[in-house]
């Protein structure tokens, strides 16, 4: 005999006592503003106890069942303003590092970080997520699936894309930071180099 699975029920509110973190870093990584994040989180969770919580069966996980909300939330938002993106919150990257670390490195690592989030505004909203949950998140496929209701071929699909489109949207984004620092160093030299063909 098979045993049923045991199911465990969540509210809102303890989901949010467990998974607010992960909502707020969730809606960062898909390119909410630092400035409203807060707001989103709530939303997110107003919507969590409107549904009536979740209940765990042993197929999708809460993380993943949250997270398709704050997908909805941020596409609403989204689509009720149109804004210019910001950066990602410096003084949340300053915390996570130590106060002692070479101005050098934090300026490297702030660069990486920079990359990696252009890299990640530019997938498909639904790529996005997918590949987030799964490469960041460390949630598996079937849960993914579970929490889309969609089929686990179409996870596979899409986070193949994904990786594909991440990897040229950071090496053209690499690119264009090293064209950057190259032109900043020159500039100088340039125009010593005009003001000697000038004079010749």
């Known amino acids: 005999m098979s045993e049923r699975l045991q199911t465990r029920h969540h509210d809102a509110a303890a989901l949010f006592r467990a998974h607010a973190g992960f909502v707020a870093g969730f809606l960062h ?17 107003l919507v969590a106890h409107r549904r009536g919580g979740f209940v765990e069966d042993g197929r999708a996980r809460p993380t993943t069942w949250l997270a398709e909300i704050a997908i909805r939330v941020a596409s609403v938002s989204r689509r009720s303003k149109r804004r210019s ?3 990602p919150d410096q003084d949340t990257v300053a915390e996570a590092r130590s ?17 990696v989030q252009a890299a990640l505004d530019s997938l498909d909203e ?23 209701d969609i089929p686990i071929g179409t996870v596979y699909s899409r986070l193949h ?25 020159e500039p100088r030299s340039a125009e010593s180099s005009g003001r000697a063909t000038v004079m010749s």
């Open 29 to 45: 990584r898909l390119g909410a503003m630092p400035a409203e994040i807060d707001d989103l989180v709530q939303e997110v969770f």
């Open 85 to 87: 993106r910001e950066q």
């Open 99 to 115: 106060r002692e670390v070479d101005p050098g490195m934090a300026a490297e690592t702030n660069e990486a970080l920079n990359r």
């Open 126 to 148: 639904d790529r996005r997520a997918i590949f987030i949950l799964f490469e960041l998140e460390g949630e598996p496929c079937s849960a993914i699936a579970e929490a889309f």
């Open 161 to 185: 894309k994904a990786r594909k489109q991440f990897k040229d949207a950071h090496a053209r984004v690499a690119s264009r930071g090293a064209l950057m620092r190259r032109l900043q160093n």
